[in-house]
């Protein structure tokens, strides 16, 4: 069973930057991808990034390309996500979730999620 936790979230004024952390843990991560969606209230999940776990390989939207940039610690089972330069419109629930081998951009292709964690950029 995998397991997923997200910390990181707060509260940030327009213009800064947050890291959020997923630490991940219950089996082995070779061939596992790990992405990261928000949701803000009355919107759908939206993909942000996403990592393949073995080659590190990461994915992004072309929109959110030189602000949020993904990374993993293989020695803490952690995958990372840097946001600089937030935006108000940034503010949403944040979670990682896990699938085996490649990352999609879908979140219904994902199996595991963590709690989520609450990012909110004030203006």
């Known amino acids: 069973q995998v397991q997923l936790v997200e910390s990181g979230g707060g509260l940030v004024q327009a213009g800064g930057s947050l890291r959020l952390s997923c630490v991940a843990s219950g089996r082995a991560f070779a061939n596992y991808a790990i992405g990261w969606f928000r949701q803000a209230p009355g919107k759908e999940r939206e993909f942000v990034s996403a990592?393949?776990?073995?080659?590190?390989?990461?994915y992004s939207p072309k929109s959110e390309k030189g602000r949020f940039t993904i990374s993993r610690d293989d020695a803490e089972n952690t995958v990372y996500l840097q946001m600089n330069s937030l935006k108000p419109t940034d503010s949403a629930v944040y979670y990682c979730?896990?699938?085996?081998?490649?990352?999609?951009?879908?979140?219904?292709?994902?199996?595991?999620w963590g709690q989520g964690t609450q990012v909110t950029v004030s203006s």
């Open positions: 990592i393949n776990w073995l080659g590190g390989s990461t």
């Open positions: 979730a896990g699938r085996p081998l490649m990352p999609t951009m879908e979140p219904t292709d994902y199996n595991d």
